[in-house]
């Protein structure tokens, strides 16, 4: 499944795809780090998710 992390000020102008739950995560955490406003998670059905269902995810990934 592919995701999709809207972040920034605007976040129509900083989008960023990822193919695994697991990449997404990561980078969702890097922004988090850098204290980037507005971080947003995806799913592509354009479904919003929480950064706790993405860990959840990510764990069904690596099983």
């Known amino acids: 499944m592919a995701y999709a992390i809207k972040h ?6 900083k989008t960023e ?3 695994t739950a697991t990449a997404c995560l990561e980078r969702a955490k890097a922004l988090l780090a ?5 971080i947003k998670v995806f799913t592509r059905d354009g479904a919003e998710i929480s950064i706790l269902e993405l860990e959840r995810l990510s764990g069904k ?3």
Not at 34 to 38: A, F, I, L, R
Request: proline share 12%.
């Open 8 to 13: 920034g000020t605007d976040p129509n102008e």
């Open 17 to 19: 795809r990822l193919e």
């Open 61 to 63: 990934e690596l099983i």
């Open 34 to 38: 850098e204290h980037e406003p507005n």
